[in-house]
Nanobody
Framework: QVQLQESGPDLMKPSQTLSLTCTVS??????????WSWIRQPPGKGLEWIGY???????TVNASLNGRASIFRDTSKNHVTLQLTSVTPEDTAVYYC??????????WGQGTQVTVSS
């Protein structure tokens, strides 16, 4: 089972670009077993899927984010990165890196709190 660790800033100002990194251990991000997802949970709300990047590097993001989200990878570091541009207070949430394997979300990072406030 893979282990996932999110890292990045915990406080952002509106209009800035958020960049979060997921460090994967226990397997490579190019393993055909996995898709690497980002999911967030705003305070008092349910989980929201942001997007994923596949083992081949193909990414898909939630259209509700209006093109603000990008997911890419660094295979040399075994990292997956989420970028979210033009953040607003509505982007305040706990952000999770999650492995999709065998038709389920099999492994979760501990999550990282991001607060957007002026």
């Amino acid at each position: 089972q893979v282990q996932l660790q999110e890292s990045g800033p915990d406080l952002m100002k509106p209009s800035q670009t958020l960049s979060l990194t997921c460090t994967v251990s226990g397997d490579t991000i190019t393993s055909v077993r996995y898709y690497w997802s980002w999911i967030r949970q705003p305070p008092g709300k349910g989980l929201e899927w942001i997007g994923y990047i596949s083992y081949s590097g193909r990414s898909t993001v939630n259209a509700s984010l209006n093109g603000r989200a990008s997911i890419f990878r660094d295979t040399s570091k075994n990292h997956v990165t989420l970028q979210l541009t033009s953040v607003t207070p509505e982007d305040t949430a706990v952000y999770y890196c999650v492995a999709w394997e065998a038709y389920r979300f099999s492994s979760w990072g501990q999550g990282t709190q991001v607060t957007v406030s002026s």
